[in-house]
């Protein structure tokens, strides 16, 4: 699982830093994004997947494990 960084853009949006494959995109959306509750699955702008384990919601930026999930495709 390699560790990711993840902090707000200037619009806001969720930007997703992976540094050993040097890819960063936006998130286009987060499975859990409440005040209680936030993580999970996240989908990126180039449509890859990728998961993290819901944690409360946090300061950005920050740097957490997260595993690649398979398309399927």
């Known amino acids: 699982m390699p560790s990711v960084m993840l902090k707000k853009n200037s619009e806001g949006k969720l930007v ?39 944690i409360a919601p946090p300061d950005f930026p920050i740097t957490l494990r997260a595993k690649r999930v398979d398309s399927g495709e």
């Open 16 to 54: 997703f830093y992976v540094p050993k494959k040097d890819l960063e995109e936006v998130a286009e959306s987060i499975e859990f994004d409440s005040p209680e509750r936030w993580g999970g699955e996240v989908l990126l702008s180039d449509g890859s997947k990728y998961y993290f384990e819901p």
